[in-house]
């Protein structure tokens, strides 16, 4: 699997983006997908994850209720909705996929795609 992420920008706090991560490659509906991010100076974290079929969904508790991932399969594609961004959501974003739901955020994706910067200005 191949995935080229995008949509990243710079917006003040409580604006919104939209980030998407483009899959190719493989099957694209037997890969849960998911977003993590790292921040300046800290390690990756994890974001959100959605399975295959959109049906589970998953978040850090530091962007529950304001980022909403989502999938659509026929486009090979998966997106964050950020809305409400802090200074703190400043970060480099990656997308990532695995063939196991629950890996997104117990162990280490099998893939990932390179990052796309979202700078959050107070």
């Known amino acids: 699997v191949q995935l080229q992420a995008s949509g990243g920008g710079s917006v003040q706090a409580g604006g919104s983006l939209r980030l998407s991560c483009a899959a190719s490659g493989r099957t694209f509906s037997r890969y849960a997908m998911g977003w993590f991010r790292r921040a300046p100076g800290m390690e990756r974290a994890f974001v959100a994850a959605?399975?295959?079929?959109?049906?589970?969904?998953f978040y850090a508790d530091s962007v529950k209720g304001r980022f909403t991932i989502s999938i659509d399969n026929a486009k090979n594609t998966v997106y964050l909705r950020m809305d409400s961004l802090k200074p703190e959501d400043t970060a480099v974003y990656y997308c990532a996929a695995d063939v196991v739901y629950n890996n997104m955020w117990r162990r280490t994706p099998g893939y990932w795609g390179q990052g796309t910067l979202v700078t959050v200005s107070s």
């Open positions: 959605v399975s295959w079929s959109g049906g589970s969904k």
